[in-house]
């Protein structure tokens, strides 16, 4: 099994704050041509970009309760996901759409529990579910945001997988400029400096949330890779399993 995640930055113009015309449909078409030629076992997860980050800023979510907020936000990434997923469908795939608000149950504003059966049997069937960041219902804090990010190494932990490749639109972490080739949790402390937020709107931790994430994967044994998605033949590279960007890893 394979997870891989395509950040919001590369599917939509995250410094857009209208929705209108943020969404990018010559990457998601190239994104989904790209997945296609690697489609075996896969579960993709996909950011919510613009379309989640502005109305959730807008109603000022997770930090307040909104019940317009959270509908508004849902059905935005909703839009986001269905281009995704008739790009995939289009390149050829089998696609089929899961909105975590309908399966993730959050605990202050972790992943407490998460349907994973309907996934694993999709990708029995040959077909690729795609998921996507979303709003959530929240047992400590009524409702909050479920990011990519965090879907990432919680699927390939409950799923075991392989490969688990998130890729946004930068080379992996970058520590002057460069990508780092591997890292590990003792690297932390030493590059914190660097580790900055997202470009545009972002309420979910741009890179250092992300690399948060994928060191609490490495922690349960699973390794990583943080990528560069924008660049061309990248998806299908992480896909095989090749080195691409930053690897995230428990070991030297
Ligand atoms: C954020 O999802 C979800 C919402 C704001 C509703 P992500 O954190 O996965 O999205 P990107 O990759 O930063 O766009």
């Known amino acids: 099994m394979k997870i891989l995640k395509i950040g919001g930055s ?11 015309n943020a969404a990018r449909h010559s990457e998601i078409r190239r994104v989904a041509e790209e997945i296609a030629a690697r489609p075996e076992e896969l579960v993709l997860v996909h950011g ?15 930090d307040n309760f909104s019940a317009e907020g959270l509908r508004v936000t849902h059905n935005s990434v909703v839009r986001l996901n269905d281009l995704v997923v008739d790009a995939l469908s ?4 089998s696609p089929l759409p899961v909105h975590p608000l309908s399966c993730v149950l959050l605990k202050d504003g972790r992943i407490e529990s998460f349907a994973k059966e309907p ?6 069937d040959g077909l690729l579910p795609v998921l996507h960041g979303d709003v959530a219902m929240d047992v400590t804090r009524r409702a909050g945001i479920v990011s990519g990010d965090q879907l990432v190494p919680y699927l390939a932990e409950a799923l075991h997988a ?28 030493s590059i914190e400096t660097y580790l900055g937020g997202s470009a545009g709107v972002d309420v979910t ?6 690399l948060l994430e994928m060191l609490d994967l490495a922690d349960a044994g699973i390794d990583s890779v943080i990528f ?3 660049k061309k033949g990248n998806i299908a590279r992480a896909l095989s399993g090749e080195t691409v960007g930053t690897t995230v890893t428990r070991s030297n």
């Open 205 to 210: 931790g741009g890179m250092k949330g992300k």
């Open 90 to 93: 289009e390149a050829g795939l």
């Open 10 to 20: 590369i599917l939509t113009d995250k410094k857009n704050e209208s929705l209108a």
């Open 162 to 189: 392989k490969i688990a490749a998130v890729g946004s639109n930068v080379d992996g972490v970058l520590v002057d400029g460069k990508p780092m080739a591997k890292i590990t949790r003792k690297d932390l402390p």
């Open 228 to 230: 560069n998605a924008s």
């Open 48 to 62: 919510a970009g613009s379309f989640g980050h502005v109305p959730a800023k807008k109603y000022g979510l997770p």
């Open 119 to 124: 996934i694993e049997e999709m990708v029995k």
